[in-house]
């Protein structure tokens, strides 16, 4: 390929940070020394650079189909744009949907021989273990895989963490005045009371672990005065972001941000020892993928220098990369968790208990998914 085009898509990678949804990560909060970039338990980190597997997707067909765990369509915009000036010739089609809606999607499409998407890109941390067990997960190991953290990535290759999301609380910098909120444990002051948003924990799993570690911090009295304040609740991990945003409310819980953001009307926040929680969202490409070039093509983007130092949140999931120079990588924050929210996913029953104890104190989740009702099929 021509100079001028690899220019231009190297400069157009790094542009923009794709947000991800909603919406899952990390194993093990210790980062142990890197391994070799050559045959790692049978499988060789990719050797190609990004013009030669741009050749080899295009040449494949110059399709691509992702479905990326997330809120509204709109958490896409940028990947899609950023893609399309990167890689013109390959026709990218994003859906985003619930971690937890796109995983059952698949398992139907798979037993009903119509898969869709040839990566999937989801908070839902056990599928991704599940699926390997099962056998539907191409096993692969883009350029960077080597020093991508090792709570990030599947040590066969089955699945890697391309992004780090956190959640915690945020707040409106004007109207909560001088005396901010430091940690949940303030949020039940009576000033907040009718001034909190917040997305459903019993309809989100990590919102859901979030709450979860505020009860085991502060205790179920906490639950019960939070309760108290009367909290707005909503669908979608977007919507406490959205409320503070349009003034609705003063301070948003359980949703994801930015503590190297330079906002001035918001400030999402990342407490020196309270809890808040972060993962490395995972994807793989499916075995019987019909575009697995350009699914290949993807994930070695995703993963890029170029990609991982645009995150928007200042966090990589590469250990050789810094984004943001003020914030150390995010498995060095104990109150983090990064090792907790995985083990935590893979215990469905527990889940279930606490989705329903934590119903009696905020009342049963209402409303239509905030992405709207995709289907069987979206993306066909």
Do not use: C
């Amino acid at each position: 390929m021509s100079t001028d085009f690899s220019r231009r898509r190297l400069l157009a990678a790094g542009a923009g940070a794709a947000l991800a949804g909603a919406a899952a990560v990390p194993a093990s909060a210790a980062s142990g020394p890197r391994t070799s970039g050559a045959a790692l338990f049978g499988v060789r980190e990719e050797r190609r650079s990004l013009d030669e597997l741009y050749e080899a997707a295009v040449a494949e067909g110059g399709k691509l189909v992702l479905y990326q765990g997330g809120d509204v369509d709109s958490q896409a915009a940028a990947v899609r744009t950023a893609w399309a000036t990167a890689f013109p010739e390959v026709e990218l089609t994003v859906v985003v949907d619930y971690s937890k809606y796109h995983d059952v999607r698949v398992d139907n499409q798979l037993a009903t021989g119509t898969l869709v998407p040839d990566v999937v890109q989801l908070q839902t941390l056990q599928d991704f273990t599940r699926w390997k067990r099962q056998g539907k997960l191409l096993a692969y190991k883009p350029a960077g895989f080597s020093e991508v953290h090792k709570g990030f990535k599947d040590p066969d290759g089955a699945w890697t963490a391309l992004m780090v999301i956190a959640f915690s609380f945020m707040y409106d910098i004007q109207a909560v005045g001088t005396d901010a909120p430091k940690t949940a444990a303030d949020l039940v002051d009576a000033r907040w009371k009718n001034a909190i948003a917040s997305s459903y924990p019993n309809d989100d799993d990590a919102v859901l672990y979030l709450y979860s570690l505020y009860q085991r911090t502060y205790g179920w009295d906490w639950v019960a005065a939070f309760a108290a304040q009367q909290p707005q609740f909503a669908r979608g991990t977007n919507t406490p972001g959205a409320a503070v945003t349009s003034k609705q409310k003063i301070i948003g819980v359980g949703g994801s941000g930015s503590a190297v953001s330079t906002s001035t009307t918001l400030k999402w926040v990342l407490p020196d020892e309270a809890p808040f929680m972060a993962w490395g969202q995972r994807a793989a490409i499916l075995k019987q993928a019909a575009h697995p070039a350009a699914a290949k093509l993807y994930m070695n983007w995703q993963l890029s220098e170029a990609r991982q130092k645009a995150a928007f949140n200042g966090w990589s999931v590469r250990e050789d990369i810094t984004p943001n120079a003020r914030l150390k990588p995010v498995w060095d924050f104990p109150n983090a968790h990064v090792d907790g929210f995985p083990t935590f996913m893979e215990d469905r029953a527990g889940i279930e208990r606490l989705k329903q104890t934590f119903a009696l104190y905020f009342g049963e989740v209402k409303g239509d998914p905030s992405p709207g009702w995709l289907g069987l099929h979206p993306g066909r």
